[in-house]
């Protein structure tokens, strides 16, 4: 993997106490990135950007004169080129993820199905193929977030009594779990140490302090990956995935947000250990 120290020491450093308020835009880091990186190393980056544009794709889906945001890989030429070869031609553009292709032809036919979420399924087929990322601790990011989406979905859902089957999306080993143990922590903690951690967040009533405490705990994941290879492609990578959290928390108050993570930050480091109730025996 190659070395990026140049581009890391350049870059300023950004904590997750300031505040939301990058001292670098994503613009300018993604510019940065686009003149150093290998062409093997933006292809892995693509999987990153990748999101922007699944959500892209359904917003013109739902309305071909909707605003898109500019942080996908692909041009608003490109999206009409992928909806037009899928629905006209019927068939997949090679230059395109295949999903995305199969979701658009699909669209109409499943858009006004009940329980069918336009966002929702396009994000489940975009968690598939981003975990077949080469990279491993991309592949292990893209795991981890659609993981613990389902968690704290189930958990939430048994918190209010509803019938978790309907929240939850996909097939793998911890949907497993979640569906079929009636335990309190879907006996997900001896696995999943990080889940005591989902326990505590879903009880927070405030959905704003609830969002930070899941993004600190993704910030303090990325930190730990990347601790002892601060210049290597996976660190270019955790510091896009910084600056995103950072771009949502500009939106919120700047004084608020640094004394809220702070806490955080303190309470996330001081209860790591899993409570004695969870422990196999």
């Known amino acids: 993997m190659s070395n990026y120290y140049c581009l890391m020491a350049g870059v300023p450093d950004i904590a997750i106490d300031d505040g939301g308020k ?3 835009s994503f613009a300018e880091f993604r510019e940065q990135c686009e003149e150093t990186l290998t062409v093997k190393d933006k292809k892995l980056l693509f999987f990153f950007y990748l999101k922007q544009d699944c959500l892209n794709l359904v917003r013109l889906l739902k309305n071909p004169d909707a605003e898109i945001s500019d942080w996908g890989n692909y041009s608003m030429d490109q999206y009409v080129d992928l909806i037009t070869s899928a629905r006209t031609m019927n068939f997949n553009v090679h230059r395109y993820p295949s999903f995305m292709s199969v979701y658009a032809r699909e669209f109409d036919f499943n858009k006004d199905k009940e329980g069918w979420f ?11 193929y981003a975990t077949k990322c080469p990279d491993k601790m991309i592949s292990k990011w893209y795991k981890m977030n659609f993981d613990i989406t389902n968690i704290l979905t189930a958990l939430l859902a048994r918190r209010y009594g509803w019938n978790v089957s309907k929240y939850i999306l996909g097939n793998n080993e911890v949907t497993e779990m979640i569906l079929t143990n009636n335990t ?3 006996n997900l903690v001896n696995e999943y140490d990080y ?4 326990m505590k967040i879903v009880d927070v009533e405030d959905p704003v302090e609830k969002e930070k405490r899941i993004d600190a705990f993704k910030w303090n994941w990325l930190d730990e990956q990347t601790f002892f290879e601060p210049f290597d492609l996976d660190a270019v990578f955790a510091y896009l995935c910084k600056l995103e959290m950072l771009n949502r928390w500009e939106m919120l108050d ?3 947000g640094k004394e809220t993570f702070r806490s955080i930050i303190e309470n996330l480091r001081s209860e790591a250990q899993v409570p004695a109730e969870f422990v196999r025996k």
């Open 195 to 198: 889940v005591v951690e989902l």
């Open 118 to 128: 336009a966002e929702d399924q396009m994000l489940l087929e975009y968690y598939r």
């Open 22 to 24: 990058s001292p670098i």
């Open 254 to 256: 700047p004084e608020k």
């Open 184 to 186: 309190k922590d879907f």
